[in-house]
């Protein structure tokens, strides 16, 4: 779990092929930041997002409120990334 105290930006990086990990953001009494999905410095790496392959950006929620995202890296740098749940109090 991540408080987000500013927009935020991800990083996978040094994940092995099969694995799955969830993060969970939650927003912070400001509220409304934003998240985006990196890779390592040289710009490597890929999510495939279910739901159409556009990444969510977690904005326009209320202080407090959660986010969770889970992944499954099926190679080196190349993720598959689902929206387990959104709007959670």
């Known amino acids: 779990t991540h408080t987000l ?22 927003q912070d009494a400001t509220a409304s930041r934003s998240v985006t999905w990196g890779f390592d410095s040289a710009g490597h790496g890929t999510v495939r997002w279910a739901e159409g392959g556009t990444a969510p950006t977690g904005t326009e929620h209320p202080a407090g409120v959660a986010d969770v995202y889970g992944f499954i890296a099926i190679a080196t740098g190349t993720y598959d990334g689902f929206v387990v749940g959104t709007n959670l109090l």
């Open 5 to 26: 105290g500013a927009d935020t930006t991800f990083y996978l990086a040094n994940v092995t092929k099969g694995q799955k990990f969830l993060i969970r953001t939650r």
